[in-house]
């Protein structure tokens, strides 16, 4: 009688051990498909990238939360406008600006079929800070890059698109990449 009973709370025990993980395996999962990773952003409000930057996202913009990850050293942040994406990474970077641009190039040269296009020229923010901005190609997108240097870290800039849609686009873009600033977070 005693082990029959004993058996029936191990039964019930590992029955719940299991009910559990089904919820973990399957339940989960469901509940994270069913949260949209695309969310809008307030207009007109600085957006935190992380280390102390934020930005004005372009009208209309929304975050992908899956690839937004803002902390007190570094950040990225995904805006999706239409069919553009428009990504700025904050990292700590120790050299000048002419290697923090290199780096970027080499980053998106390293995707199969990205290429460097045209010339890099200078640009500024609102608020001061300098940089460098080029274009690139892959085969049916194009994109611009710009990275600014400031205070230990670097600021890179990404915006993709097909040319009909990007091109729509760049103004309010090249207005939200001038709003970037950054803040004292000490």
């Given at each position: 009688?005693?082990?029959?009973?004993g058996?029936l709370?191990?039964?019930?025990?590992s029955?719940?051990?299991?009910?559990?993980l089904?919820?973990?395996t399957v339940?989960l999962?469901?509940i994270?498909?069913?949260i949209?990773a695309?969310?809008?952003?307030?207009?007109?409000?600085p957006?935190?990238?992380?280390a102390?930057?934020?930005v004005?996202?372009p009208p209309?913009?929304?975050?992908d939360?899956?690839q937004?990850?803002?902390?007190?050293?570094?950040?990225?942040?995904?805006?999706?406008?239409?069919?553009?994406?428009y990504?700025?990474?904050?990292?700590?970077?120790?050299?000048?600006?002419?290697?923090?641009?290199?780096?970027?190039?080499?980053?998106?040269?390293?995707?199969r079929?990205?290429?460097?296009?045209?010339?890099?020229?200078g640009?500024?923010t609102?608020?001061g800070?300098h940089?460098?901005?080029?274009?690139?190609?892959?085969?049916?997108r194009?994109?611009r890059?710009?990275?600014?240097l400031t205070?230990g870290?670097?600021?890179?800039?990404t915006?993709a698109?097909?040319?009909?849609?990007?091109?729509?686009?760049a103004?309010?873009?090249?207005?939200?990449?001038?709003?970037?600033?950054?803040v004292?977070?000490?």
């Amino acid at each position: 009688m005693k082990v029959a009973r004993g058996l029936l709370r191990n039964l019930a025990g590992s029955l719940g051990i299991l009910g559990a993980l089904g919820i973990v395996t399957v339940g989960l999962p469901a509940i994270d498909r069913a949260i949209p990773a695309v969310r809008p952003v307030a207009a007109g409000v600085p957006y935190p990238v992380g280390a102390g930057v934020t930005v004005v996202p372009p009208p209309g913009a929304m975050v992908d939360v899956t690839q937004t990850r803002p902390s007190g050293e570094r950040g990225t942040v995904l805006f999706i406008i239409g069919p553009v994406r428009y990504a700025i990474v904050v990292t700590p970077f120790d050299g000048d600006l002419a290697a923090a641009a290199e780096r970027l190039e080499r980053k998106i040269t390293e995707g199969r079929g990205y290429q460097i296009t045209g010339t890099q020229l200078g640009v500024s923010t609102a608020g001061g800070l300098h940089g460098i901005q080029g274009g690139y190609m892959a085969p049916g997108r194009g994109g611009r890059y710009t990275v600014f240097l400031t205070g230990g870290l670097s600021i890179e800039v990404t915006v993709a698109g097909s040319h009909p849609e990007f091109g729509g686009l760049a103004a309010a873009v090249e207005a939200s990449t001038r709003s970037i600033t950054v803040v004292d977070v000490a």
